[in-house]
């Protein structure tokens, strides 16, 4: 690629993204020109790394180009080359690979939001550990190793290179750093006879930590990867998942649900997929679609926080998530996937009335028979499926009725013309109206003999 395609890439990737010279991430843009001075050829991948795929660390951004500009490959491959196919060819000089057994500890993998660190020696934890972990004082080491003889440490990348260590000289009574528990974690593993791994962790504040906490879980998972020899965020590697893209994995076999710890569907032909935060700021996500039941979304609910609605994008404009269910779609699929399908162009609205089950339209809304018992609402104009929530237990929660959201679709009782609690859009009033006006045409009319009549007294006088 040419110096002033490379330069027309960075500035087209600048206005994409709405950065104009006055903003402050402009700044950044600025500092990418220091960075490369009269190599223009690296700036246009170098702005797309920052700007696209968010590699906000400008001493990172700096090593990567010191490693690109000496390698062999041409221009034209590394612009093409993502933020992980960059890491994937050039780990060793991108993370500094030592000799084991004559280091301390080493860098092993770093992604968007942690470095693992691998920790050797007592000298090791205490350049790299925290001030709360009983590891600062020698004969501590020694014991821990004796029991789980596997060191690691996991640093949020923002706080690598200032955070406070055991050997810093100034430190002054106990550490406590009880609001940023997340900037670092310890963790301690044992490898069984029997292919498992026990552990322990610690965080920043000597806390121990338990996979009730979503970021501890991803980093946890992530550790286990590299323990094992995967050099793999949790997001890319998950047992039992085979991986799509940007943290969205497919849930192949039951080995997913059991780290999950969520019951695995009854169904077969349910296709689920896990989306996991490559931030580490939100718990295991599943989008379950089903063939012949309604599609929602399930979240390991770690800490029991209240369920919400979740919303996902659609199509190809959409996000990934969205662009799955985009492809799910395109098979036969029953009738609560209708909302979505008129939205990607699949089935038109007059189609849509033609369908056996449809009954009527209210505003933008489309009335169908379910199954004997229910009948079901779906909004025929949506940019985003408002998906219910299952829990760990299998029932569905449509939403908050305090969150302001209304679900793409949802069901009301034949019976008694209830529904799920959720945020009522406004043509609801007439589509119960309506059904029971529909009900009760549908009622079959009893039948009744005529009554038979006995003459009475005045009838006989009228006789001549």
């Known amino acids: 690629m040419k110096i002033n395609e490379n330069i027309a890439l960075a500035k087209s990737i600048l206005k994409k993204n709405g950065i104009e010279p006055d903003s402050e991430e402009y700044k950044d843009y600025l500092k990418i020109r220091e960075i490369v001075g009269t190599e223009y050829a690296y700036i246009g991948i170098l702005t797309r790394l920052r700007f696209v795929d968010s590699v906000t660390d400008i001493d990172e951004l700096k090593s990567i180009y010191d490693v690109l500009k000496n390698s062999k490959l041409d221009l034209g491959k590394l612009n093409r080359m993502s933020y992980d196919q960059i890491l994937d060819t050039f780990y060793d000089d991108l993370t500094g690979s030592v000799n084991k057994n004559k280091e301390d500890y080493e860098l092993i993998y770093k992604d968007e939001t942690y470095s693992y660190f ?25 014991n821990y190793q004796a029991k789980y003889p596997e060191q690691w440490v996991a640093i949020d990348n923002r706080y690598v290179k200032k955070i406070i260590t055991p050997n810093n000289s100034y430190l002054g009574g106990k550490y406590v750093n009880s609001d940023k528990t997340w900037v670092r974690f310890g963790l301690s593993f044992l490898k069984n006879n029997d292919n498992t791994t026990s552990w322990i962790a610690h965080d920043d504040n000597d806390g121990v930590c338990k996979l009730s906490n979503y970021t501890f879980y991803g980093v946890l998972y992530t550790t286990l990867n590299l323990s094992n020899g995967y050099n793999k965020s949790y997001y890319q590697k998950f047992i039992g998942c085979e991986y799509v893209k940007d943290g969205l994995l497919k849930i192949v076999n039951d080995d997913a649900w059991e780290r999950l710890n969520i019951t695995p569907p009854k169904s077969k032909s349910d296709v689920n997929y896990l989306h996991l935060s490559k931030t580490y700021s939100y718990p295991p996500v599943i989008v379950r679609l089903r063939d012949k039941s309604l599609p929602c979304v399930q979240i390991n609910t770690f800490d029991k926080k209240k369920l919400v609605l979740a919303t996902i994008s659609i199509g190809d404009s959409g996000k990934l998530v969205g662009k799955v269910v985009g492809e799910y779609v395109k098979n036969p699929t029953n009738i609560a996937y209708i909302g979505i399908k008129i939205k990607l162009g699949l089935i038109t609205l007059e189609e849509v009335k ?41 029932n569905l929660h449509w939403d908050d009725p305090n969150d302001g959201e209304t679900p793409s679709f949802y069901l009301i009782d034949k019976e008694s013309f209830t529904s799920e609690k959720f945020n009522a859009p406004p043509e609801h009033d007439e589509i119960i109206k309506q059904l029971k006006e529909l009900n009760r ?7 009744t003999k005529p009554e038979k009549k006995v003459k009475g007294f005045w009838d006989f006088l009228g006789k001549k």
Not at 120 to 141: D, F, M, R
Request: net charge negative; hydrophobic share 40%; aromatic share 14%.
């Open 354 to 394: 033609l369908l056996e089950d449809f009954i009527s339209q209210v505003g933008k809304w489309l009335v169908f028979h379910w199954n004997k018992d229910y009948y079901i609402v779906i909004d025929s104009n949506t940019s985003a499926a408002k998906l219910p929530v299952m829990d760990t237990l299998g």
């Open 118 to 142: 691998r920790v050797y020696t007592y000298k090791g934890i205490l350049e790299i550990g925290s001030p709360a972990w009983c590891l600062k004082t020698k004969s501590n080491w020694d």
């Open 441 to 447: 045409s549908e009622e079959p009319k009893v039948e």
